[in-house]
């Protein structure tokens, strides 16, 4: 019997991860997405077949169907499968099957798994093992964000979002901080620090758990771990108090203080965060047997994440990049990297909200994390979820920022425009958020008559 799997919403990033993985195995791929996007090509390219727009005649070859938590069972495609009898799981109920037999690294945590992620990733197969990784995004060392692999090992990025991060077992589970976001899901920040103790409580019998304790929130987890688990081993990260693993950074190198050697790396990426995720990721790849040295060597290769301080063009002496910062600590956090790298050049920063509730519940934290940003643009939110009646708007957002100054400037177009009209030599423009405001750099590089980078001639 031929098995055909069948994605609903192939598109997103954790789905088309796991098409690559079952097209490793083999299997038939299908499915199917609202809209066509650049993730689909790869799958097709493989031989997955992919349709746009949803109908419940889609599912009717499937052997199995996969869906998101989002997806609810009244779905057209869903319920067809329901009616036909056909098996459905989760992605994380797939994830955890195929993770189930292999020795695994799950990375969990508010910010930075991502990158974490494909560090560790980058590192376990520059060691010349056909490891397995599940990344959530795609990343340029990669071919593709997912892979089976050969190797016990298997590093996978643990989404805490609908719970996903609760369905696996490491042996290494990271931790790489912990902060209030997805309380619109969770609705409480206590609900969603016992969801994050309850993914650390996952690991194997006598795991181990890499945590950073510069999280207040992450430090205070592992504290009700060490109670409930006494079999489980700590080690802790840090670059501003004393820990297993002490990191120290300037410009784009660090020098990092382990248990067993001091390690001194470079990085491509600018920011003390990147040495933090470095920092983190060294620490379990030791912990998994890996060479730490090694993995610091490996690490200075490393080209980053897409949408992670991505370079989109440079032309008249303004640089354009694109960041996927959308929580008030990644907005700092990149702010602040980008002042290191550049520190003589004009900020301009266009925000892009992500969902209306994230802005209303962190709206503390986002009336100041622009401070050092010299000119501001909010762009009209990207709406992931449906209003509720509690949101803030992009226009409200604007005036309740305290520094510098925010303009509402509209559509992902116009605020390319905008920006585009008023922008000096010396500038660097980020475009910042996790929606689509990515599109508004290659608008803002035609206007000024450069090209986005690799569409030159």
Same mark, same amino acid.
């Given at each position: 019997?031929?098995?055909?799997v ?46 746009? =727009? ?14 998101t ?73 990669? $071919? ?21 991060f ?11 901080? $912990? ?27 006598n795991?181990?758990?890499?945590v ?17 688990r ?12 004393t ?8 410009d ?15 990085l ?20 998994? =047997?890996?060479?730490?040295p ?21 032309t ?9 910062a ?15 790298r550049?520190?003589? #050049? ?15 519940y ?21 709406a ?8 803030m708007?992009s ?12 303009t ?6 116009r ?17 910042m ?15 000024? =008559?450069?090209? #986005? ?5």
């Amino acid at each position: 019997m031929t098995i055909n799997v069948h994605f609903v919403g192939i598109g997103g990033i954790h789905m088309s991860a796991l098409a690559h993985i079952l097209l490793d195995d083999g299997l038939v791929v299908s499915g199917c997405d609202r809209s066509d996007s650049p993730i689909l090509q790869p799958l097709r390219d493989r031989g997955a077949r992919i349709v746009i =727009g949803h109908n419940e005649h889609h599912v009717t070859t499937a052997t199995q169907v996969v869906r998101t938590t989002a997806v609810p069972e009244t779905h057209p495609e869903v319920a067809r499968a329901i009616e036909l009898g056909i098996p459905l799981q989760t992605r994380a109920e797939l994830l955890a099957e195929i993770a189930e037999p292999r020795e695994v690294i799950t990375v969990g945590g508010s910010h930075g798994k991502t990158t974490t992620t494909a560090m560790i990733a980058h590192a376990m197969r520059a060691s010349g093992r056909d490891a397995g990784y599940v990344i959530g995004g795609e990343a340029p060392d990669f $071919c593709v964000h997912a892979k089976r692999g050969t190797d016990p090992w298997l590093v996978l990025e643990a989404d805490e979002y609908g719970r996903a991060f609760h369905h696996y077992t490491p042996q290494v589970a990271v931790l790489t901080n $912990c902060e209030p976001d997805h309380l619109d899901y969770y609705g409480s920040q206590q609900a969603l620090e016992e969801a994050f103790l309850r993914y650390v409580g996952t690991l194997k019998p006598n795991g181990t758990l890499i945590v950073g304790i510069d999280s207040q929130l992450a430090s205070d987890i592992k504290a009700r771990l060490e109670l409930s688990r006494p079999d489980i081993t700590i080690v802790t990260c840090s670059s501003r108090t004393t820990a297993d693993y002490q990191v120290t950074s300037g410009d784009d190198a660090y020098r990092l203080k382990t248990p067993h050697r001091a390690i001194c790396g470079t990085l491509r990426q600018p920011g003390e965060y990147q040495s933090q995720n470095a920092a983190i990721a060294i620490a379990a790849l030791e912990a998994a =047997g890996f060479d730490g040295p090694a993995a610091a060597d490996a690490l200075s290769s490393f080209n980053g994440v897409n949408r992670r301080f991505q370079l989109h063009g440079e032309t008249n002496d303004i640089i354009v990049l694109d960041d996927y910062a959308h929580h008030p600590t990644e907005v700092s956090a990149a702010i602040a990297a980008a002042k290191q790298r550049w520190p003589d #050049r004009r900020i301009v920063v266009l925000f892009q909200p992500h969902t209306y509730t994230r802005t209303s519940y962190l709206i503390d934290g986002f009336r100041t994390c622009f401070a050092d940003a010299d000119v501001l643009y909010t762009v009209d939110t990207y709406a992931a979820r449906a209003m509720t009646g509690q949101e803030m708007t992009s226009e409200q957002l604007a005036d309740e920022i305290t520094a510098p100054t925010a303009t509402y400037a509209g559509s992902v177009e116009r605020s390319g425009e905008l920006a585009a009209a008023n922008a000096r030599p010396g500038d660097l423009i980020i475009t910042m958020g996790a929606g689509d405001i990515d599109a508004a750099g290659p608008v803002i590089l035609s206007r000024l =008559g450069g090209s #986005r980078l690799g569409d030159a001639s």
